[in-house]
Protein backbone atom coordinates (compact mmCIF):
# COMPACT_ATOMS: atom_id res chain seq x y z
CA UNK A 1 0.00 0.00 0.00
CA UNK A 2 2.67 2.02 1.28
CA UNK A 3 4.93 1.54 -2.48
CA UNK A 4 1.68 1.75 -3.90
CA UNK A 5 0.99 5.43 -2.11
CA UNK A 6 4.61 6.56 -3.34
CA UNK A 7 4.62 5.63 -7.00
CA UNK A 8 1.14 7.77 -6.95
CA UNK A 9 2.75 10.74 -5.51
CA UNK A 10 6.12 10.44 -7.98
CA UNK A 11 3.44 10.43 -11.29
CA UNK A 12 0.73 12.63 -9.65
CA UNK A 13 1.36 15.26 -12.76
CA UNK A 14 -0.33 12.13 -14.97
CA UNK A 15 -3.68 13.08 -13.76
CA UNK A 16 -3.80 15.57 -16.09
CA UNK A 17 -4.97 13.93 -19.48
CA UNK A 18 -3.40 16.85 -21.87
CA UNK A 19 0.12 16.51 -19.75
CA UNK A 20 -0.56 12.36 -20.11
CA UNK A 21 -1.42 12.66 -23.51
CA UNK A 22 1.86 14.38 -24.11
CA UNK A 23 4.05 12.48 -21.90
CA UNK A 24 2.71 9.17 -24.18
CA UNK A 25 3.78 10.94 -27.49
CA UNK A 26 7.04 11.89 -26.34
CA UNK A 27 7.86 8.64 -24.71
CA UNK A 28 7.15 6.63 -28.29
CA UNK A 29 9.27 10.01 -30.04
CA UNK A 30 11.90 10.12 -28.32
CA UNK A 31 13.30 6.30 -28.40
CA UNK A 32 13.55 7.16 -32.06
CA UNK A 33 15.36 10.06 -31.72
CA UNK A 34 18.05 8.66 -29.28
CA UNK A 35 18.18 5.44 -32.04
CA UNK A 36 19.25 8.15 -34.72
CA UNK A 37 21.15 9.71 -32.97
CA UNK A 38 23.19 6.81 -32.18
CA UNK A 39 23.00 5.99 -35.65
CA UNK A 40 24.53 9.21 -36.88
CA UNK A 41 27.60 8.93 -34.57
CA UNK A 42 28.37 5.13 -35.70
CA UNK A 43 27.97 6.40 -39.43
CA UNK A 44 30.31 9.03 -38.87
CA UNK A 45 32.69 7.35 -37.20
CA UNK A 46 32.71 4.39 -39.60
CA UNK A 47 33.27 6.80 -42.76
CA UNK A 48 35.97 8.78 -41.31
CA UNK A 49 37.51 6.61 -38.06
CA UNK A 50 38.12 10.04 -36.49
CA UNK A 51 37.51 11.55 -33.15
CA UNK A 52 37.44 15.50 -34.92
CA UNK A 53 34.57 14.18 -37.49
CA UNK A 54 32.55 13.23 -34.04
CA UNK A 55 33.07 16.61 -32.81
CA UNK A 56 32.27 18.51 -36.06
CA UNK A 57 28.78 16.41 -36.59
CA UNK A 58 28.07 17.45 -33.21
CA UNK A 59 29.23 21.01 -33.22
CA UNK A 60 27.03 21.40 -36.54
CA UNK A 61 23.70 19.88 -35.06
CA UNK A 62 23.93 21.95 -31.82
CA UNK A 63 25.70 25.52 -33.41
CA UNK A 64 21.86 26.77 -34.28
CA UNK A 65 20.78 26.26 -30.53
CA UNK A 66 23.71 28.29 -29.61
CA UNK A 67 22.64 31.14 -32.99
CA UNK A 68 18.58 30.96 -32.96
CA UNK A 69 17.25 29.53 -30.12
CA UNK A 70 17.89 32.78 -27.22
CA UNK A 71 15.80 34.98 -30.42
CA UNK A 72 12.99 31.74 -30.71
CA UNK A 73 12.30 32.26 -26.94
CA UNK A 74 10.96 35.86 -28.02
CA UNK A 75 8.74 33.61 -30.53
CA UNK A 76 7.32 31.03 -27.83
CA UNK A 77 6.38 34.07 -25.43
CA UNK A 78 4.10 35.39 -28.98
CA UNK A 79 3.05 31.97 -30.23
CA UNK A 80 0.61 29.05 -29.94
CA UNK A 81 2.84 26.76 -28.43
CA UNK A 82 0.76 23.50 -29.61
CA UNK A 83 0.83 24.70 -32.92
CA UNK A 84 4.06 25.81 -33.05
CA UNK A 85 5.19 22.05 -31.87
CA UNK A 86 2.82 20.44 -34.70
CA UNK A 87 4.95 22.20 -37.02
CA UNK A 88 8.55 21.64 -35.65
CA UNK A 89 7.70 17.65 -35.46
CA UNK A 90 6.56 17.38 -38.69
CA UNK A 91 9.52 18.93 -39.64
CA UNK A 92 11.59 16.79 -37.62
CA UNK A 93 10.15 14.07 -39.05
CA UNK A 94 10.77 14.79 -42.80
CA UNK A 95 14.63 15.34 -41.82
CA UNK A 96 14.43 11.72 -40.47
CA UNK A 97 13.09 9.92 -43.80
CA UNK A 98 15.73 12.12 -46.31
CA UNK A 99 18.40 10.99 -44.36
CA UNK A 100 17.63 7.44 -43.93
CA UNK A 101 17.02 7.79 -48.07
CA UNK A 102 20.25 9.25 -48.88
CA UNK A 103 21.99 6.42 -46.25
CA UNK A 104 19.82 3.16 -47.66
CA UNK A 105 20.84 4.57 -50.90
CA UNK A 106 24.57 4.68 -50.22
CA UNK A 107 24.69 7.83 -51.04
CA UNK A 108 25.73 9.30 -47.65
CA UNK A 109 28.59 11.72 -47.48
CA UNK A 110 30.04 13.91 -44.65
CA UNK A 111 28.66 17.58 -46.36
CA UNK A 112 25.34 15.58 -46.52
CA UNK A 113 24.93 14.38 -42.48
CA UNK A 114 26.46 17.53 -41.45
CA UNK A 115 23.72 19.66 -43.67
CA UNK A 116 21.17 17.44 -42.55
CA UNK A 117 22.63 17.65 -38.77
CA UNK A 118 22.14 21.80 -39.21
CA UNK A 119 18.97 21.79 -40.41
CA UNK A 120 18.07 19.44 -37.42
CA UNK A 121 19.39 22.20 -35.38
CA UNK A 122 17.60 25.11 -36.50
CA UNK A 123 14.44 22.89 -35.90
CA UNK A 124 15.20 22.19 -32.34
CA UNK A 125 16.28 25.73 -31.94
CA UNK A 126 12.49 26.65 -32.12
CA UNK A 127 11.15 23.31 -30.60
CA UNK A 128 13.33 22.93 -27.17
CA UNK A 129 11.98 26.11 -25.61
CA UNK A 130 8.52 25.96 -26.80
CA UNK A 131 8.37 22.46 -25.74
CA UNK A 132 9.83 23.12 -22.12
CA UNK A 133 7.64 26.11 -21.82
CA UNK A 134 4.54 24.06 -22.80
CA UNK A 135 5.13 21.66 -20.14
CA UNK A 136 4.29 24.51 -17.39
CA UNK A 137 0.62 24.81 -19.60
CA UNK A 138 -0.35 21.03 -19.08
CA UNK A 139 -0.67 21.02 -15.34
CA UNK A 140 -3.58 22.77 -13.28
CA UNK A 141 -2.17 23.20 -10.03
CA UNK A 142 1.08 24.45 -9.17
CA UNK A 143 2.09 22.63 -6.53
CA UNK A 144 2.32 19.69 -9.35
CA UNK A 145 4.81 21.72 -12.19
CA UNK A 146 7.81 20.38 -10.49
CA UNK A 147 6.71 17.09 -10.93
CA UNK A 148 5.74 17.52 -14.67
CA UNK A 149 9.41 18.99 -15.40
CA UNK A 150 11.07 16.11 -13.78
CA UNK A 151 8.92 13.05 -15.36
CA UNK A 152 9.35 15.01 -18.76
CA UNK A 153 13.39 14.80 -17.86
CA UNK A 154 12.45 10.87 -16.95
CA UNK A 155 11.06 11.13 -20.87
CA UNK A 156 14.26 11.92 -22.16
CA UNK A 157 16.52 10.14 -20.18
CA UNK A 158 14.43 6.79 -20.04
CA UNK A 159 14.14 7.22 -23.87
CA UNK A 160 18.37 7.67 -23.41
CA UNK A 161 18.30 4.14 -21.95
CA UNK A 162 16.06 2.61 -24.65
CA UNK A 163 17.23 4.08 -27.31
CA UNK A 164 20.53 3.08 -27.49
CA UNK A 165 20.60 -0.44 -26.69
CA UNK A 166 17.63 -0.29 -29.90
CA UNK A 167 20.27 1.17 -31.92
CA UNK A 168 23.03 -0.93 -30.69
CA UNK A 169 20.94 -4.27 -31.84
CA UNK A 170 19.77 -2.76 -34.89
CA UNK A 171 22.83 -1.86 -36.10
CA UNK A 172 24.94 -5.11 -36.07
CA UNK A 173 22.23 -5.70 -38.36
CA UNK A 174 20.85 -3.53 -40.43
CA UNK A 175 21.93 -0.25 -42.35
CA UNK A 176 21.80 3.42 -40.12
CA UNK A 177 19.05 4.39 -42.60
CA UNK A 178 16.65 1.75 -41.06
CA UNK A 179 17.40 3.68 -37.52
CA UNK A 180 16.79 7.00 -39.14
CA UNK A 181 13.68 5.90 -41.22
CA UNK A 182 12.30 4.35 -37.18
CA UNK A 183 13.19 7.60 -36.02
CA UNK A 184 10.93 9.44 -38.84
CA UNK A 185 7.95 7.11 -37.78
CA UNK A 186 8.50 7.79 -34.73
CA UNK A 187 7.72 11.49 -35.02
CA UNK A 188 3.68 10.54 -35.97
CA UNK A 189 3.13 9.73 -32.03
CA UNK A 190 4.07 12.61 -30.84
CA UNK A 191 2.28 14.74 -33.36
CA UNK A 192 -1.02 12.48 -32.85
CA UNK A 193 -0.82 13.54 -29.01
CA UNK A 194 -0.06 16.91 -29.89
CA UNK A 195 -3.27 17.08 -31.96
CA UNK A 196 -5.15 15.57 -29.44
CA UNK A 197 -4.29 18.44 -26.72
CA UNK A 198 -7.31 20.41 -25.92
CA UNK A 199 -5.70 23.82 -23.92
CA UNK A 200 -7.62 26.92 -23.27
CA UNK A 201 -5.90 29.22 -26.01
CA UNK A 202 -3.66 32.13 -23.43
CA UNK A 203 -4.51 35.91 -24.21
CA UNK A 204 -2.36 36.91 -27.62
CA UNK A 205 -0.13 39.90 -26.72
CA UNK A 206 -1.57 43.11 -28.36
CA UNK A 207 1.52 45.22 -28.10
CA UNK A 208 4.23 42.92 -29.30
CA UNK A 209 7.56 44.76 -29.62
CA UNK A 210 10.28 44.21 -31.70
CA UNK A 211 12.44 41.07 -31.83
CA UNK A 212 15.42 42.28 -30.46
CA UNK A 213 13.94 44.57 -28.18
CA UNK A 214 12.43 42.08 -26.43
CA UNK A 215 15.34 39.95 -27.03
CA UNK A 216 17.38 42.28 -25.15
CA UNK A 217 14.63 42.65 -22.21
CA UNK A 218 14.89 38.52 -22.09
CA UNK A 219 18.81 38.98 -21.19
CA UNK A 220 18.42 41.84 -18.95
CA UNK A 221 16.20 40.05 -17.06
CA UNK A 222 18.13 36.87 -16.72
CA UNK A 223 21.67 38.34 -15.83
CA UNK A 224 20.21 40.94 -13.18
CA UNK A 225 19.38 37.94 -11.08
CA UNK A 226 22.00 36.43 -9.16
CA UNK A 227 20.69 33.19 -8.90
CA UNK A 228 19.52 33.11 -12.18
CA UNK A 229 23.12 34.04 -13.93
CA UNK A 230 25.08 31.67 -11.73
CA UNK A 231 23.01 28.78 -12.49
CA UNK A 232 23.45 29.93 -16.53
CA UNK A 233 26.80 30.07 -15.83
CA UNK A 234 27.21 26.56 -14.60
CA UNK A 235 25.50 24.64 -17.03
CA UNK A 236 27.74 26.29 -19.92
CA UNK A 237 30.19 25.13 -18.50
CA UNK A 238 29.54 21.82 -17.98
CA UNK A 239 27.91 21.71 -21.25
CA UNK A 240 31.07 22.61 -22.76
CA UNK A 241 33.61 20.67 -20.29
CA UNK A 242 31.44 18.00 -18.94
CA UNK A 243 28.96 16.74 -21.22
CA UNK A 244 30.73 17.01 -23.85
CA UNK A 245 32.29 13.59 -23.53
CA UNK A 246 29.76 12.28 -25.24
CA UNK A 247 30.98 12.70 -28.06
CA UNK A 248 34.10 10.60 -27.85
CA UNK A 249 32.01 7.47 -26.95
CA UNK A 250 32.68 5.43 -30.36
CA UNK A 251 36.11 5.58 -29.45
CA UNK A 252 35.79 4.59 -26.10
CA UNK A 253 33.55 1.56 -27.46
CA UNK A 254 35.96 0.60 -30.61
CA UNK A 255 39.74 1.84 -29.02
CA UNK A 256 39.52 1.42 -25.30
CA UNK A 257 37.30 -1.79 -25.29
CA UNK A 258 37.59 -3.42 -28.71
CA UNK A 259 33.94 -3.01 -29.14
CA UNK A 260 31.39 -2.15 -31.90
CA UNK A 261 28.01 -0.68 -31.71
CA UNK A 262 26.47 -2.87 -29.69
CA UNK A 263 29.46 -1.19 -27.17
CA UNK A 264 28.31 2.33 -28.32
CA UNK A 265 25.16 1.08 -27.13
CA UNK A 266 25.34 -0.20 -24.21
CA UNK A 267 28.16 2.61 -22.88
CA UNK A 268 25.05 4.99 -23.88
CA UNK A 269 22.55 3.73 -22.02
CA UNK A 270 24.23 3.42 -18.98
CA UNK A 271 24.36 7.04 -19.00
CA UNK A 272 20.34 7.04 -19.84
CA UNK A 273 20.41 4.72 -16.81
CA UNK A 274 21.68 7.05 -14.26
CA UNK A 275 19.52 9.84 -16.13
CA UNK A 276 16.32 8.14 -15.10
CA UNK A 277 17.44 7.43 -11.98
CA UNK A 278 18.19 11.02 -11.45
CA UNK A 279 14.49 11.99 -13.06
CA UNK A 280 13.01 9.83 -10.80
CA UNK A 281 14.57 10.66 -7.88
CA UNK A 282 13.71 14.12 -8.64
CA UNK A 283 10.27 13.46 -9.59
CA UNK A 284 10.24 12.00 -5.79
CA UNK A 285 10.75 15.71 -4.51
CA UNK A 286 7.81 17.18 -2.27
CA UNK A 287 8.65 20.46 -3.43
CA UNK A 288 11.65 22.71 -5.59
CA UNK A 289 12.70 24.29 -1.85
CA UNK A 290 16.70 22.70 -1.34
CA UNK A 291 17.10 22.02 -5.20
CA UNK A 292 20.10 25.20 -5.20
CA UNK A 293 21.97 22.69 -2.99
CA UNK A 294 21.06 19.05 -5.11
CA UNK A 295 22.67 21.13 -8.35
CA UNK A 296 25.96 21.96 -6.61
CA UNK A 297 26.39 18.58 -5.47
CA UNK A 298 25.17 16.99 -8.78
CA UNK A 299 27.79 18.90 -10.49
CA UNK A 300 30.64 17.47 -8.20
CA UNK A 301 28.99 14.08 -9.16
CA UNK A 302 29.80 14.79 -12.43
CA UNK A 303 33.16 15.90 -12.12
CA UNK A 304 34.35 12.66 -10.02
CA UNK A 305 32.58 10.49 -12.13
CA UNK A 306 33.99 11.58 -15.31
CA UNK A 307 37.56 11.71 -13.48
CA UNK A 308 36.97 7.83 -12.35
CA UNK A 309 35.61 6.91 -16.22
CA UNK A 310 38.90 8.32 -18.07
CA UNK A 311 41.28 6.22 -16.04
CA UNK A 312 38.87 3.05 -16.22
CA UNK A 313 40.04 0.35 -18.56
CA UNK A 314 37.15 -1.97 -17.36
CA UNK A 315 34.16 -1.96 -19.24
CA UNK A 316 31.69 -3.18 -15.98
CA UNK A 317 33.33 -0.34 -13.85
CA UNK A 318 33.01 2.04 -16.79
CA UNK A 319 29.41 1.93 -17.01
CA UNK A 320 28.60 2.23 -13.33
CA UNK A 321 30.69 5.49 -13.63
CA UNK A 322 28.41 6.43 -16.54
CA UNK A 323 25.41 5.73 -14.59
CA UNK A 324 26.74 7.76 -11.86
CA UNK A 325 27.63 10.38 -14.25
CA UNK A 326 24.08 10.38 -15.81
CA UNK A 327 22.46 10.57 -12.46
CA UNK A 328 24.60 13.94 -11.84
CA UNK A 329 23.74 15.73 -15.41
CA UNK A 330 20.57 14.64 -14.64
CA UNK A 331 19.72 16.43 -11.62
CA UNK A 332 22.08 19.18 -12.11
CA UNK A 333 20.33 19.81 -15.75
CA UNK A 334 16.53 19.00 -14.91
CA UNK A 335 17.05 20.80 -11.18
CA UNK A 336 18.31 24.07 -13.13
CA UNK A 337 15.35 24.17 -15.66
CA UNK A 338 12.51 23.44 -12.60
CA UNK A 339 14.07 26.41 -10.65
CA UNK A 340 14.33 29.02 -13.92
CA UNK A 341 10.20 27.96 -14.86
CA UNK A 342 9.36 28.09 -11.28
CA UNK A 343 11.06 31.77 -10.37
CA UNK A 344 10.38 33.18 -14.20
CA UNK A 345 7.97 35.69 -14.83
CA UNK A 346 5.09 34.48 -16.38
CA UNK A 347 5.54 36.75 -19.93
CA UNK A 348 8.82 36.27 -19.74
CA UNK A 349 9.08 32.48 -19.21
CA UNK A 350 9.53 31.38 -22.94
CA UNK A 351 12.81 33.75 -23.23
CA UNK A 352 14.12 32.65 -20.13
CA UNK A 353 14.39 28.80 -21.11
CA UNK A 354 15.18 30.30 -24.29
CA UNK A 355 18.64 31.01 -22.48
CA UNK A 356 18.74 28.10 -20.48
CA UNK A 357 18.55 26.09 -23.12
CA UNK A 358 21.16 28.12 -25.40
CA UNK A 359 23.56 27.59 -21.85
CA UNK A 360 22.87 23.88 -21.58
CA UNK A 361 22.35 22.66 -25.36
CA UNK A 362 23.75 25.98 -27.48
CA UNK A 363 27.61 25.72 -25.67
CA UNK A 364 27.59 21.73 -26.48
CA UNK A 365 28.65 21.78 -29.88
CA UNK A 366 31.68 23.85 -29.34
CA UNK A 367 32.58 21.57 -25.98
CA UNK A 368 32.02 19.05 -29.24
CA UNK A 369 34.40 20.57 -31.28
CA UNK A 370 36.88 21.18 -28.42
CA UNK A 371 36.83 17.40 -27.24
CA UNK A 372 37.30 16.44 -30.70
CA UNK A 373 40.13 18.38 -31.04
CA UNK A 374 41.47 17.92 -27.57
CA UNK A 375 41.01 13.72 -28.38
CA UNK A 376 42.88 14.00 -31.43
CA UNK A 377 46.08 15.99 -29.76
CA UNK A 378 45.53 14.20 -26.33
CA UNK A 379 43.45 11.14 -26.69
CA UNK A 380 39.96 10.85 -25.61
CA UNK A 381 40.53 9.80 -21.82
CA UNK A 382 42.94 12.65 -21.27
CA UNK A 383 39.90 14.97 -22.76
CA UNK A 384 37.19 13.33 -20.64
CA UNK A 385 39.43 14.28 -17.15
CA UNK A 386 40.17 17.45 -17.76
CA UNK A 387 36.50 18.00 -18.20
CA UNK A 388 35.96 16.33 -15.05
CA UNK A 389 38.21 19.05 -13.32
CA UNK A 390 36.51 21.64 -14.79
CA UNK A 391 33.24 20.89 -13.53
CA UNK A 392 34.50 19.47 -9.54
CA UNK A 393 35.87 23.29 -9.86
CA UNK A 394 32.48 25.03 -11.16
CA UNK A 395 30.77 22.75 -8.52
CA UNK A 396 32.59 24.56 -5.63
CA UNK A 397 32.18 28.24 -6.77
CA UNK A 398 28.41 27.46 -6.93
CA UNK A 399 28.00 25.83 -3.47
CA UNK A 400 29.63 28.77 -2.46
CA UNK A 401 27.06 30.90 -3.71
CA UNK A 402 23.63 28.49 -2.01
CA UNK A 403 22.81 31.19 0.87
CA UNK A 404 22.84 34.40 -1.16
CA UNK A 405 20.78 32.23 -3.60
CA UNK A 406 18.07 31.47 -0.72
CA UNK A 407 17.60 35.04 -0.13
CA UNK A 408 16.79 35.90 -3.33
CA UNK A 409 14.29 32.78 -4.62
CA UNK A 410 12.54 32.31 -1.17
CA UNK A 411 10.92 35.42 -1.14
CA UNK A 412 9.83 34.72 -4.71
CA UNK A 413 8.67 30.69 -4.01
CA UNK A 414 6.55 32.27 -1.04
CA UNK A 415 4.62 35.28 -3.21
CA UNK A 416 3.82 32.29 -5.73
CA UNK A 417 2.79 30.02 -2.76
CA UNK A 418 5.02 27.43 -3.24
CA UNK A 419 6.34 27.77 0.38
CA UNK A 420 5.07 28.98 3.16
CA UNK A 421 6.38 32.01 4.79
CA UNK A 422 8.86 31.87 7.61
Same mark, same amino acid.
Given at each position: ???????????????????????????????????????????????????????????????????????????????????????????????????????????????????????????????????????????????????????????????????????????????????????????????????????????????????????????????????????????????????????????????????????????????????????????????????????????? %?? /? @?????????? +??? &?? #? *???? !?????????????????????????????????????????????????????????????? %?? /? @?????????? +??? &?? #? *???? !??????????????
Amino acid at each position: MKIDKKLRFVLRALQYKNYRLFFIGQCISLVGTWIQNIAVSWLVYRITHSPFALGLVGFASQIPTFLFTPFAGVFVDRCNKRKLLVITQVLAMVQAFTLGIVVLLNAAAMWQIVFLSVLLGIINALDMPARHAFVYELVDKKEDISNAIALHSSIFNGSRLVGPLIAGVLLSFVNEGVCFLINGISFFAVILALLSIKIKEGVPRKEAKAVLEEFKKGFAYAFSSGPIRNILILVSTVSLMGISYAVLMPVFAANIFSGGPKTLGFLMSQAGLGALIGAVYLASRKSVVGLCGDIAVSTA %II /G @IGLILFSMSR +AIW &LS #A *FLLI !ITGFGVMVQSAGSSTILQMIADDDKRGRLLSIFITSFIGVMPFGALLAGAMADRIGAPNTVM %IG /G @IVCLFVAIFF +ARQ &LK #A *FRNV !IHPIYVKKGIMAEI
